[in-house]
Each structure stands twice: as C-alpha cells, then as structure tokens.
C-alpha cells in the first residue's frame, strides 16, 4: 500500500477577469513527500496563480487540492491545513508591522487545533537538526 502524495492536484483552473486567457487551465501534478518540484516559467506565465492555488489563498473556478491525502474544502479546511502541514514563504515579506517576530509566526496556526499557550510553544520550540554533517 502506497501513501498518499503530499500534494495533489487535479484540473486548477483559474481565470481574472481582466486576462484573455486562464491562468491556470486544467493544471493537474503530484508531489511525493520529501520530492523536491521547481515551477518555472515566464513572468505571467501563473507560477504564483499556481502557488497560491496550491495553498488555498484563491478560490479556484475549477478542480481539487488534496494536502497529505485531505481534500480541502472551504475556508477552514485550508486553514487546519496551514495551521498544520502546508506552508508558504513568500517572496515579499508579508508581515504584519504591529505584532512581532513570534506573532506573525503564529499567524497562520490561528483558527486550527492549537491554542494560544500551545501556538506559542510550538512558534519557541527549538527543532530537532534535520540532516546529520
């Protein structure tokens, strides 16, 4: 029995209004966990479209995004997948001035499992080294 891929996706489209064409037109890919995937192209060529779809930071006119085996579905299920096992880091940095470091790390764990003693243990804990020298 094989696991579910880490990400999965099946027919992305995405269209604005103010495009002649999709910006995503049937976008379908699968990515194993612990493979690694570069999305390259031309400027305007939906890279971004195509993250921020994979995140469930726009809405889609069409297909399905499974994170670690789970369908995503509304607004609070992309936001237990954030506050989980997706994450993005953006090329901008997108922090919110008012709060600090610790805060806009905690940002995206709020609305999930966790509450406000467990964000910030978890935003504190120090990781265990990933890959041995």
């Known amino acids: ?5 880490a990400i999965r996706a099946e027919g992305l489209v995405k269209r604005f209004a103010a495009m002649h064409r999709a910006a995503l037109d049937g976008l379908s890919l699968s990515v194993a966990a612990g493979e690694i995937l570069a999305i390259t192209g031309p400027s305007g060529s939906g890279k ?11 809405g889609l006119d069409a297909g ?3 994170i670690a ?3 995503t579905a509304g607004r609070g299920g992309w936001t237990r997948l954030r506050a989980g096992p997706i994450g993005l880091v953006f090329q901008e940095d997108w922090l919110l001035p008012t709060l600090s470091a610790a805060q806009n790390v905690a940002m995206p764990m709020v609305g999930g ?4 003693r467990a964000r910030e243990a978890e935003v504190t804990r120090r990781p265990k080294p990933s890959c041995v020298p």
């Open 1 to 5: 029995m094989t696991a579910a891929p």
């Open 48 to 58: 971004s479209t195509a993250l921020y779809a994979l995140a469930g930071l726009i």
């Open 64 to 66: 399905r995004v499974e």
């Open 69 to 71: 085996g789970q369908v």
């Open 113 to 116: 499992r966790l509450g406000a």
